[in-house]
Nanobody, 125 residues
Framework: QVQLAESGGGLVQAGGSLRLSCAVSGGTFSRFAMGWFRQAPGKAREFVTSISWSSGNRIYADSVKGRFTIDRDNAKNTVFLHLNSLDPEDTAVYYC??????????????????WGQGTQVTVSS
């Protein structure tokens, strides 16, 4: 059974930074494309970023490009999301997600099979 557990959320002032972590257990992490999504109050969940299991490719939503960075450590079964230059508009619950794939360079903005419970990020103005 694949389980994902996010951590690292919290309250930060505008312009600040956070690092989110997502530890994955079960399955073969090194064969999962990984993604981060977020859901703000009253809004639909939206794609943030994805990384291929080879770490060779990354994609980002336009709203976070240049501010957020995704990375992974296959030896530790963990994916990270570095959030910089945070804005109150970034306030949301952040979810990590995993998608098994045979393609080492593929990234995905949808179609994820496994999800974590989420971690709250609140950015104050």
């Amino acid at each position: 059974q694949v389980q994902l557990a996010e951590s690292g959320g919290g309250l930060v002032q505008a312009g600040g930074s956070l690092r989110l972590s997502c530890a994955v257990s079960g399955g073969t992490f090194s064969r999962f494309a990984m993604g981060w999504f977020r859901q703000a109050p009253g809004k639909a969940r939206e794609f943030v970023t994805s990384i291929s299991w080879s770490s060779g490719n990354r994609i980002y939503a336009d709203s976070v490009k240049g501010r957020f960075t995704i990375d992974r450590d296959n030896a530790k079964n963990t994916v990270f999301l570095h959030l910089n230059s945070l804005d109150p508009e970034d306030t949301a619950v952040y979810y990590c997600a995993a998608k098994p794939t045979v393609y080492p360079e593929m990234t995905y903005s949808d179609g994820y099979q496994y999800w974590g419970q989420g971690t709250q990020v609140t950015v104050s103005s």
